[in-house]
């Protein structure tokens, strides 16, 4: 059966790969055929070749509220957070749906994950009862569905460095248990399988630490012991899937003890990190600087880097709104993004994937 009618096959492909993300769970709709065409990677892989995949930059942010129609928005006072979307490459904002669950409010400090056409939600505190969840939710883009995970094995576990390879796996690791443990466990939970498997355990605790996965290997940046208490210290270890154990701790790895929140991944085997109001990039050993942050992103909350730019996603200040900055590599200049006012809340957790 033909996928439009009256149109080769190879044409009617074309035009299918150029919908629009928003609008895949009505093209599924449509016909068992059109269907099971957008769930194949290879859909997805001609989406990305031809140039008609589009980013996202997914944030757990708090809502803010209109100032009885003056047009001042502001935070509330206990603060509700919700899933909010934005496309840089077009300006676009908008709010995803959360699972029903959690139709109050976010679990606070919940950590996020992209793998395929999926987001994963991971943990967080009971913004009632302040325990903590390890609860697990997939949210597929094509379905526009949420489904529950497998729960977070191995006790309680927050402020967790979190990651994924983008096509199958999430990795979790350190973070503090309920009594403020510092943790030298890590985790790996496989998407498809909907399965937890453990790795081995870190040479250090690490609470607060951030995780990335770069080139087949799993680095854990930053954080602190129990005992040193919100001090953070340099150091990295790498996680060699390939060997399947940790490569010796590089001590000296961050430039400062500082909380190595907004450290991503970059291109070419780099990473880029805001440090003192300035980008600064890390490439074979070196970090070097590459600019100055705009005075309305000084404290960046959210940072991604994807085809030569990267997006930072801040404020000025302590209870300031969160503006959006994009710096263009190739020349090291800074556009604004513009953004809206409903959608200048705080943002604690973010992640990026492309559909």
């Not at 749906?97 to 976010?106: E, I, S, V, Y």
């Not at 094995?153 to 983008?166: E, L, N, V």
């Not at 607060?208 to 005992?227: D, N, P, R, S, W």
């Not at 940072?303 to 900055?325: D, N, R, S």
Request: glycine share 8%; aromatic share 10%; proline share 5%.
């Amino acid at each position: 059966m033909a996928l439009i009618s009256g149109l080769p096959d190879d044409i009617a492909y074309d035009c299918l790969i150029r919908i629009q993300y928003d609008q895949f769970p009505a093209m599924a709709s449509v016909c068992k055929g059109w269907k099971a065409e957008i769930e194949l990677p290879e859909f997805h892989r001609l989406r990305k070749a031809g140039g008609h995949s589009q980013k996202l930059i997914v944030m757990v942010q708090s809502h803010v509220v209109s100032n009885h129609g003056v047009g001042v928005f502001k935070c509330l006072d206990s603060p509700v957070y919700r899933l909010t979307l934005c496309e840089p490459d077009l300006g676009n904002w908008s709010e995803l749906p959360p699972p029903a669950c959690f139709a109050t409010g976010l679990p606070m400090f919940c950590q996020l994950a992209a793998v395929g056409s999926d987001l994963v939600v991971i943990g967080g505190w009971d913004p009632m009862t302040w325990t903590i969840s390890n609860s697990v939710f997939v949210y597929n883009f094509v379905s526009a569905t949420w489904r529950r995970g497998a729960d977070m094995p191995g006790g309680a576990r927050i402020f967790f460095g979190c990651s994924s390879d983008s096509d199958r796996m999430v990795f979790v690791a350190g973070g503090h248990d309920d009594e403020k443990n510092a943790l030298r466990s890590a985790i790996a939970y496989d998407v498809a399988k909907d399965e937890w498997i453990s790795l081995p355990d870190m040479a250090r605790e690490r609470d607060e630490c951030k995780a990335i996965f770069q080139h087949g290997k799993l680095h854990v940046i930053g954080g602190y012991c129990t005992e040193m208490q919100g001090r953070f210290e340099r150091s990295t270890e790498t996680f060699n899937f390939s060997t399947w154990q940790w490569d010796q701790v590089q001590d000296d790895f961050l430039l400062v003890a500082t909380c190595p929140r907004t450290c991503v991944d970059g291109d070419d085997e780099t990473m880029y990190m805001c440090r003192d109001g300035d980008v600064v990039k890390h490439r074979r050993g070196t970090w070097t600087f590459v600019a100055k942050l705009p005075g309305q992103v000084r404290n960046p909350a959210c940072v991604t880097v994807w085809q030569g730019k990267v997006l930072v996603i801040g404020c000025a200040g302590f209870g300031e709104p969160h503006m959006a900055y994009m710096l263009h590599l190739d020349n090291y200049t800074w556009t604004k993004l513009e953004t809206p006012h409903k959608y200048s809340g705080h943002v604690q957790s973010s992640c990026h994937l492309e559909i």
